[in-house]
């Protein structure tokens, strides 16, 4: 079955703890991409990744990290976490990067960083 | 900076009816539109795509038109079923920097 796994899928912690959040793809998509969604604002892009070894920043990379070392993985990383990075967050992917395919979602991640 | 927004924010209906979900967004210069929808705790779905050079894009009974020039878009669904219930979203791919730009969403809600 195609599809985007995220891990873990909650997460409560404290300021200042790092954390990775997982994302792997099973549809050999270059296209991927993490968001976050907070009410009132929407998804917003974090970071994306046209290919391996190519990330570029989004709407909003702060206190962010990624790495794309395989196709399938994208890993995104809170060095440092503070309470505003508390959030719902999305991975997706796409293939033809992403300009004529849908993208697949994930099912989300929900972060509280106290 | 491209921004889109959806109006209405939430929108009720009677089961049946006929609807029309808003999406507009500020800068032309996009690769292409989608339309997903959001169910609680879940993740997008992805309805419908549009590219940029086409005007619409139809899947059941739903119906996406796309008007470029004017920065607008349109999620039509025919015939509302309680099932439908949930947020749609409208997102735009920028020419420029490969980045997906999403609105708030319309939270639907189709009454039995």
């Known amino acids: 079955e195609a599809q985007v796994t995220q891990n873990p899928r909650y997460l409560i912690t404290v300021t200042g703890k790092k954390l990775t959040v997982t994302c792997s793809q099973n549809m050999n998509h270059e296209y991927m991409s993490w968001y976050r969604q907070d009410p009132g604002l929407g998804l917003r892009q974090i970071y994306y990744s046209m290919n391996v070894e190519v990330t570029d920043k989004g709407d909003v990379p702060e206190g962010y990290k990624v790495s794309r070392k395989e196709k399938r993985n994208f890993p995104l990383i809170l060095e440092s976490p503070s309470p505003n990075q508390t959030s719902l967050y999305f991975c997706?992917?796409?293939?033809?990067?992403?300009?004529?395919?849908?993208?697949?979602f994930g099912d989300g991640t929900r972060l509280s960083i106290l | 900076k491209q921004e889109v927004t959806q109006i209405p924010a939430a929108l009720s209906v009677p089961e049946g009816e006929n609807l029309v979900l808003n999406c507009s967004f500020t800068d032309s210069a996009i690769y292409n539109l989608q339309w997903f929808r959001q169910d609680p705790g879940k993740g997008l779905t992805s309805l419908l795509l549009?590219?940029?050079?086409?005007r619409e894009q139809t899947s059941g009974r739903l119906n996406a038109s796309l008007d470029k020039s004017s920065g607008r878009s349109t999620l039509y669904i025919a015939a509302s079923q309680p099932g439908d219930s949930a947020t749609y979203l409208c997102a735009v791919l920028a020419l420029a920097g490969n980045q997906f730009y999403f609105g708030t969403g319309t939270s639907l809600t189709v009454i039995p």
């Open positions: 549009i590219q940029s050079s086409q």
């Open positions: 997706a992917s796409s293939s033809v990067q992403g300009r004529d395919q849908p993208q697949h």
